[in-house]
């Protein structure tokens, strides 16, 4: 009896990572890709991060660049969030 527990609970956890929600979108296709280069990212002149060009496009790290323009930063799910005022350049 304890036996046919474990394979119903075996069963259970198979068919809820069968069926949970797949990654879809923009980050979806970078998962494995092959970062072709890596750039520094500078701010008037000093640098805040690295950056990876992946297929001819350039990533900026968000959390580094929204730290050094003094924004907030959360992620859900779903997006991430800044926050905060952005001073503009005259």
């Given amino acids: 009896m304890k036996k046919i527990g474990v394979l119903l609970v075996g069963i259970v956890i198979g068919a809820g990572l069968t069926l949970s929600p797949q990654i879809y ?15 520094e990212i500078k701010l008037n002149g000093t640098s805040i991060g690295q950056g990876a060009v992946i297929d001819g496009t350039s990533y900026l790290p968000v959390r580094a660049a929204a730290n050094a323009l003094g924004l907030e930063v959360s992620v859900d799910s779903k997006q991430v969030n800044l926050e905060g005022k952005l001073k503009r350049r005259k």
Avoid: E
């Fill in 25 to 39: 979108g923009a980050g979806a296709k970078l998962l494995g890709a092959k970062v072709d280069k890596t750039l």
